[in-house]
């Protein structure tokens, strides 16, 4: 399932407390989108790591209790106890067979030990497949029959819209709209130590908004997404400073119209990046009317992008002689 339809099955199974198992390769933001409906729906959110806790973690440890005279379970402090939220079980699958049994009861029946969850908390776990070759635990039947199980895959327009609305480097998107198998290149059957992830491509966008010497870029982006990528990344930045002014575009709607191909990937991420930092109607306008004359591929590939980031377009009378023009590709 795509990253969108993820998010949508995940926000109903929340909302009926609906025990969720969400399976996928590392890297691809499993955790993220959890944090995201938290969010959203401004609830709490705990996540927990299985693969670093013991049994009794979950379960707490027993004490005598002077005034029943009997042994009693401290339950510990890091579950809930009031309100409503996500208790999220990452690399559940990680965790040695002993600390999935302490998770048992807790998934099924919502308690453990003297510990019961918060009606209003939702149970959603997450661990990369046996397939992926890391460190996982065969699931038992049991276990596994506690959950909805959902598998998350790569989808480079999910990957987009979420690259936009996060101020992702526009080189990187522009990239990877150019090559979209390298966005994520994990292979499991290979021994390489870096591969392209959505994740390794945010350790990217933070080497380009650091202050690292230019010379030490290529080896430290190969150390996040491998060498060879690096490379072709690299080569396919430098056409930035082909690109005509994307300002005088949005402020004018006109200026030149690149004939290359990489070029006008660059360009049509250029411009929808810089519009999202500065929106006007008058900017969109701008935009629209340049695109008239833009490779067809490119206006359609601009005006998509800005309607998946929200950004209306009806009120411009502009729309409607770019939608007399390119309808046909729409359809």
């Not at 909302?15 to 198992?21: D, S, V």
């Not at 729906?41 to 440890?61: A, C, V």
């Not at 453990?112 to 497949?129: F, H, K, Q, S, T």
């Not at 191909?261 to 810089?274: E, I, M, N, P, R």
């Given at each position: ?75 510990p402090s890091f579950l809930p106890t009031e309100g409503s939220g996500i208790l999220f079980l990452d690399e559940l699958n ?95 059957t290979a021994n390489e130590k870096s591969f392209a992830t959505p994740r390794s491509w945010e350790f990217v966008h933070g ?125």
């Open positions: 399932m795509r990253a969108s339809e993820i998010t949508a099955s995940l926000e109903a199974l929340i909302e009926e407390k609906i025990p969720t198992f969400l399976w996928g390769p590392p890297g691809i933001g499993k955790s993220s989108i959890v944090k995201q409906i938290a969010d959203k729906n401004e609830i709490g959110f705990i996540d927990l790591r299985l693969s670093l806790m013991d049994p009794t973690d979950l379960k707490g440890i027993p004490f005598y209790d002077k005034h029943d005279h009997q042994a009693v379970w401290a339950s990680a965790a040695p067979p002993s600390v999935q049994a302490s998770a048992y009861q807790l998934i099924l029946d919502r308690r453990v030990g003297e510990y019961m969850l918060p009606d209003g908390w939702a149970i959603v776990a997450a661990g990369n497949r046996e397939s992926d070759r890391g460190v996982v635990y065969r699931m038992s039947s049991p276990l596994a029959n506690r959950f909805v199980h959902l598998e998350m895959e790569v989808h480079v327009d999910d990957w987009r819209d979420w690259a936009y609305l996060n101020g992702v480097d526009e080189r990187i998107i522009a990239y990877i709209g150019y090559k979209n198998e390298d966005l994520f290149t994990f292979d499991p080497v380009l908004r650091s202050s690292m010497n230019e010379r030490l870029l290529l080896d430290t982006i190969g150390g996040a997404v491998g060498k060879e990528l690096a490379v072709r990344f690299l080569s396919f930045a430098r056409v930035m400073h082909r690109l005509p002014d994307l300002e005088k575009i949005l402020e004018e709607g006109s200026g030149e119209y690149p004939k290359e191909v990489d070029v006008l990937y660059a360009l049509s991420t250029g411009l929808v990046s810089k519009l999202l930092a500065d929106q006007t109607e008058e900017r969109v306008d701008n935009l629209l009317r340049y695109t008239l004359e833009l490779e067809s591929e490119f206006a359609v590939m601009i005006v998509q992008d800005l309607q998946r980031a929200g950004i209306s377009m009806e009120h411009s009378e502009t729309f409607g002689d770019w939608v007399k023009k390119f309808a046909y590709l729409l359809a």
